[in-house]
């Protein structure tokens, strides 16, 4: 069996999580502080978003010295302790590694600008075209054109994010390897895991061509040399090594690539995160719109991703909740009237599928969307430029904040609520995000619900553990066109683990298979009373629940 396929990793965004010193900005002492606590929730890995020198321009994406720290986050002293203390407490850590692109002002952007040849070919540099036009038509990810003017030159920098995040050049043998000698510093200093942000991007078209669609993304994203680039990165660097964890973050990703990136004979990562079932509320694709959720469309989007990457043995990153989503129990369920039951429904459908579930901090105890009325509220550079697009389509200040509400980074950035003193215990400064108003009744001390919640998450942790089937299932759909509940099955050494989600406030009812119900079966977790599996399954708004059969 791998190693990670009984595993339960937290996501920690350090500047949110726990601030120790009062400046507002959550710490590393402040992370050691609460390993108890993801100790007593039975993770067994802990992801910390960058904490390296930046701008934060980008929350930290913008990384500026990949091999320090930012004092901002606190000392080497601190992050020694907390390596030393997570291992205590039977915790390692998975580091943010951002190999796309540094910070303009990176050294090595710096000197680039400063007409060092030999770093300016660390990052993609190009000339207008002979029409004047900018290198490429390509967007960024950000908004606006993915091109800006290289310090007082007649190039151009690629970023396909801020205008701050240059794109390095992977096809330099050099950039490549200093790269590789930034994951070897961190794995000397006792870390157990990384998360590649954005790394299948990482392989632009060697030929720059404007794109059909004035995107792009066809000439950077999963393209054939990614796959080689990856691999190196795994023999350069963590694949020396036995026990370590990788997951990749891929953008706009495919089923097949999946499988490549993830499939263990193929020496690349452990695991990848896709996203598209986290655009069934894209109005024609379009993240800042307002409709409510496709569920046939969620349904089917994680059976492809469930059923592809069994069949050729790749492995998925499961997860509703992260620092760039909107909190999902906001999204496709009703916090107001039925947050226990959402929040626990949510977990279950997720953390029993096949893969590794991710937990982001505060989901555990359902943290909600903060709906700020404010703009000046919300800190997210992508949510600003939004803001602006917006406005400039003609689309009101009010329906504006609507889609913001909805939408926005910073719904799932907010700090971590630990108690019902000010600023939920997060900080006794002013911090650097708004706390959401509802800390005093969602909270990890005094919280009902939130404690709640956060029992059901002990458990479903405890029993992937316990449970081969759970950890090594096969994986199978039942009644995929059903409009509101999401079943499954496991299969495992003649067990069967069948799992049934509503998604949906109505009452629903679901048939059970005559195949199953011969067996003996056994309830084995629900989110509402003890339940006996019949023909006719009703279930009651936003149930979940799961029998073992023999």
Partial sequence: MSTFHDKVIYQAYPKSFNDTS????????????KLPYLSDLG???????????????????????????????????????????AQNHKIDLMLDMVLNHTSTDHEWFQKALAGDEYYQDFYILREAQEDGNLPTNWESKFGGKAWSKFGDTDKYYLH??????????????????????VVNFWLEKGVKGFRFDVINVIGKDEEMKDADDGVGKSHYTDTPIVHDYIQEL????????????????????TVENGVKYSNPDRDELSMIFSFHHLKVDYKDGEKWSLMPFDFIKLKSILNEWQEGMAEGDGWNALFWYNHDQ???????????????????????????????????????????????????????????NAYKEMKEKGIEHEEAMEIIKEKSRDNSRTPMQWNEAEHAGFTTGEPWLKVADNFKEINTETGQTSQRIYNYYKKLIQLRKDMPIIQEGDYKALELNHSSIFAYRRDYKGQTLLVLNHFYEEESSITIPDELLGLDAKYLIGNREERTLEKEFKMGAYETVAFLLN
């Fill in 160 to 181: 396909l994010y801020d205008v701050t995040q240059a794109d390095l050049n992977w096809r330099n043998p050099k950039v490549r390897e200093e790269l590789y000698k």
């Fill in 43 to 85: 993770v067994d890995m802990l992801w910390l978003n960058p904490f390296y020198p930046s701008p934060q321009n980008d929350n930290g994406y913008d990384v500026a010295n990949y091999t320090d720290i930012d004092p901002m986050f606190g000392t080497w002293e601190d992050f020694d302790r907390l390596v030393e203390e």
């Fill in 22 to 33: 009062g400046n507002g900005v959550g710490d590393l002492k402040g992370v050691t502080e």
């Fill in 234 to 253: 795994n023999k350069e660097t963590f694949g020396k090594y036995e026990d370590i964890i990788t997951v990749g973050e891929m953008s706009s990703t």
């Fill in 326 to 384: 909107p909190r999902a129990n906001s999204r496709f369920g009703d916090v107001e009237n039925y947050p226990f039951e959402t929040s626990t429904m949510l977990a279950q459908t997720n953390h029993l599928l096949r893969g590794t579930p991710y937990v982001y901090q505060g989901e555990e105890i359902g943290m909600t969307n903060p709906n700020f009325d404010d703009l000046d509220d919300y800190v997210d550079i992508e949510t600003h």
